[in-house]
């Protein structure tokens, strides 16, 4: 097996990209094509639950909260800023995340392999269904991806042009995504693994610049141990808990992790993402490619962990969202990074044509259901089920608050909170009685609102007479009501009365 031809070495003094390293007309032109049409769908489609949820995180931006670190809601701060608090404004950053996150991953691949693989590449994230879903909404791995592909591009910057100042950068983008999502820490683990490993980069321990670059990493991330500090480290206990959950060996999770990869990367870019990264860490451990090295470190530690955390719990398929542009590379690398016989090289040139092909059809296929759903049955869980029917149910909840007197609207989940609270604005307060930790960066509720009635609304499965009675003296089942689209019924909301509250009890 040849080894992945070595990009030539670049002087660390040229700028900018050369008249021939550069997107061809054609890719360019795909990548600002699918950013029109994100746009479009940014402002067509309801709220996931997720982004409704982050949005009151963004409604007072904190130094953090009990999810994750806060970028995510600074982000949605800015949209709003921008195109204001609509979907369209919420999204807004996820939209600009698209847009550039192409060019980097280009630059990146172009850097360590060439324009040839670089342009193959950035096709094939474009075919990815998850990248295609992730560059319309907005959650913590919009900026988690943003901020992972920035640092390894500065990372590639370093390699070819061996100018240590561009650790300050490296440092710059890590501490960024320390504020993004805490699975962003294993930027900091790849670093290391690639110093250690590749003997030539070793001096880099003797870089003032490489010790400041960490510095900056560690600084940026100050708010998040701030906020975590003033609230009994809440956020850390969630998050790394998860570590040491579900000890018992099985096969079942991985099965679905590998499942899910399959289907979001594009059951043939994954085949060819699984190859290639095999190929890579081949050409890093017996050929000694320095390029290969630094991709294939930048993916092992946090791939690691995922394969061992998936034999004994479940791995959510977001989770490796960060990696999907190196396995993108890696699925390039496949195609064209070693050399081959003619008819071989047809070959898989072919392969790769369907690869794009497919993905993009599939990337297609779901931006039209989440549009025009294929299939509309009473009771259909798919993800895109979250956005649809909340307009004119918000709209029947208003009408009964008004009707019963009640002054603000309880809830006991964080999806039914945010979505109404985003509908409800500037009518009704919407309040969780539960997880209260959720919403402590928000004001708090007038205390003479919380003491009238209130219109207590929840998912029937989820509702718990036991749960009002604990919170209000009064508790009247009135109704179940369902949110529709299209004359179908999507989930049906159990609806009571309830009066009495302690607002001191609920504020806390």
């Given at each position: 097996?040849?080894?992945?031809?070595?990009r030539?070495?670049v002087?660390?003094?040229?700028?900018?990209l050369?008249s021939v390293?550069?997107?061809?007309?054609a890719?360019?032109?795909a990548?600002l094509?699918?950013?029109?049409?994100?746009?479009?769908l940014?402002?067509?489609l309801g709220?996931t639950?997720?982004?409704?949820?982050?949005r009151?995180w963004?409604?007072a931006?904190?130094m953090?909260?009990?999810?994750?670190p806060p970028?995510?809601?600074?982000?949605?701060?800015a949209?709003?800023?921008?195109?204001?608090?609509?979907?369209?404004?919420i999204?807004?950053?996820?939209l600009?995340?698209?847009l550039?996150?192409?060019f980097?991953?280009?630059?990146?691949a172009?850097?360590?392999?060439?324009?040839?693989?670089?342009?193959?590449?950035?096709?094939?994230a474009?075919a990815m269904?998850?990248?295609?879903?992730?560059?319309?909404?907005i959650t913590?791995d919009?900026?988690?991806?943003?901020f992972w592909?920035?640092?390894?591009?500065?990372?590639?910057?370093?390699?070819?042009?061996r100018?240590?100042n561009?650790?300050?950068v490296?440092?710059?983008f890590?501490?960024?995504g320390?504020?993004?999502?805490?699975?962003?820490?294993?930027v900091?683990a790849?670093?290391v693994l690639?110093?250690?490993?590749?003997r030539?980069?070793r001096?880099?321990?003797c870089?003032w610049q490489l010790?400041?670059g960490g510095?900056?990493?560690?600084?940026?991330?100050?708010?998040v141990l701030?906020w975590?500090?003033?609230h009994?480290?809440?956020?850390?206990?969630?998050?790394f808990?998860?570590v040491g959950?579900?000890?018992?060996?099985t096969?079942v999770?991985?099965?679905?992790f590998?499942g899910a990869s399959l289907?979001l990367m594009?059951?043939l870019?994954?085949?060819?993402?699984?190859?290639?990264?095999?190929?890579v860490?081949r050409?890093?451990?017996?050929?000694?490619?320095?390029?290969?090295a630094l991709l294939?470190?930048?993916?092992?530690?946090?791939l690691s962990?995922?394969?061992l955390?998936?034999v004994h719990?479940?791995?959510q398929?977001?989770?490796l969202?960060?990696?999907?542009p190196?396995?993108a590379?890696?699925?390039?690398?496949?195609?064209?990074?070693?050399?081959?016989p003619?008819?071989?090289?047809q070959?898989?040139g072919?392969?790769?044509?369907?690869?794009?092909a497919i993905g993009?059809?599939?990337?297609?296929?779901?931006?039209?259901?989440?549009?025009?759903?294929?299939v509309l049955?009473?009771g259909q869980?798919d993800?895109?089920?979250?956005?649809?029917?909340?307009?004119?149910?918000?709209?029947?909840?208003?009408r009964?608050?008004?009707s019963t007197?009640?002054c603000w609207?309880?809830t006991?989940s964080y999806?039914?909170t945010?979505q109404l609270?985003?509908?409800?604005k500037n009518?009704?307060?919407v309040?969780?009685?539960?997880?209260r930790?959720r919403y402590l960066?928000l004001p708090?509720?007038?205390?003479?609102?919380?003491?009238?009635?209130a219109?207590y609304?929840?998912?029937?499965r989820?509702?718990?007479?036991?749960?009002?009675?604990?919170?209000?003296?009064?508790v009247?089942?009135?109704?179940?009501l369902s949110?529709?689209?299209?004359?179908?019924?999507?989930?049906?909301?159990?609806?009571?009365?309830?009066?009495?509250a302690?607002?001191?009890?609920?504020?806390r």
């Amino acid at each position: 097996m040849q080894a992945i031809p070595r990009r030539p070495h670049v002087n660390h003094l040229q700028s900018g990209l050369t008249s021939v390293d550069r997107p061809t007309a054609a890719l360019t032109a795909a990548i600002l094509g699918m950013a029109l049409v994100r746009l479009w769908l940014a402002g067509q489609l309801g709220l996931t639950d997720d982004e409704a949820y982050y949005r009151l995180w963004a409604l007072a931006p904190a130094m953090s909260y009990f999810d994750h670190p806060p970028m995510v809601a600074w982000m949605i701060a800015a949209g709003r800023w921008v195109a204001g608090d609509s979907a369209l404004g919420i999204r807004f950053s996820a939209l600009v995340v698209s847009l550039l996150g192409p060019f980097v991953l280009w630059r990146t691949a172009s850097i360590l392999f060439g324009p040839s693989i670089a342009r193959r590449a950035v096709w094939v994230a474009l075919a990815m269904p998850l990248l295609a879903v992730g560059g319309v909404i907005i959650t913590p791995d919009t900026p988690s991806v943003l901020f992972w592909g920035l640092a390894g591009w500065a990372l590639a910057e370093l390699h070819v042009s061996r100018n240590p100042n561009w650790w300050l950068v490296v440092g710059l983008f890590a501490g960024l995504g320390l504020l993004s999502k805490y699975s962003n820490l294993f930027v900091g683990a790849s670093i290391v693994l690639w110093l250690a490993l590749v003997r030539a980069n070793r001096s880099w321990f003797c870089s003032w610049q490489l010790w400041a670059g960490g510095a900056l990493a560690c600084l940026l991330a100050v708010p998040v141990l701030l906020w975590n500090a003033q609230h009994d480290w809440v956020s850390l206990a969630k998050q790394f808990g998860r570590v040491g959950h579900g000890r018992q060996l099985t096969v079942v999770y991985f099965a679905e992790f590998v499942g899910a990869s399959l289907g979001l990367m594009s059951p043939l870019i994954a085949i060819l993402a699984a190859l290639g990264f095999a190929k890579v860490v081949r050409s890093a451990t017996s050929a000694g490619d320095q390029s290969s090295a630094l991709l294939a470190a930048g993916m092992l530690p946090f791939l690691s962990y995922l394969l061992l955390h998936s034999v004994h719990d479940r791995v959510q398929a977001n989770w490796l969202a960060p990696l999907y542009p190196s396995f993108a590379i890696c699925a390039a690398v496949a195609l064209g990074g070693i050399e081959t016989p003619r008819r071989l090289g047809q070959a898989l040139g072919k392969l790769g044509r369907w690869a794009i092909a497919i993905g993009l059809l599939l990337s297609g296929l779901l931006y039209w259901h989440a549009v025009q759903p294929f299939v509309l049955m009473p009771g259909q869980v798919d993800p895109t089920s979250q956005t649809r029917g909340w307009r004119e149910f918000a709209a029947e909840i208003e009408r009964l608050r008004t009707s019963t007197g009640a002054c603000w609207v309880a809830t006991s989940s964080y999806a039914t909170t945010g979505q109404l609270a985003y509908q409800l604005k500037n009518k009704a307060p919407v309040v969780q009685l539960t997880e209260r930790v959720r919403y402590l960066h928000l004001p708090s509720v007038d205390a003479a609102v919380l003491s009238c009635p209130a219109l207590y609304v929840e998912l029937e499965r989820r509702s718990s007479r036991s749960l009002l009675e604990k919170h209000f003296r009064s508790v009247d089942r009135r109704a179940n009501l369902s949110r529709n689209y299209r004359g179908i019924s999507i989930a049906t909301y159990a609806i009571y009365l309830v009066a009495g509250a302690d607002p001191a009890a609920l504020q806390r």
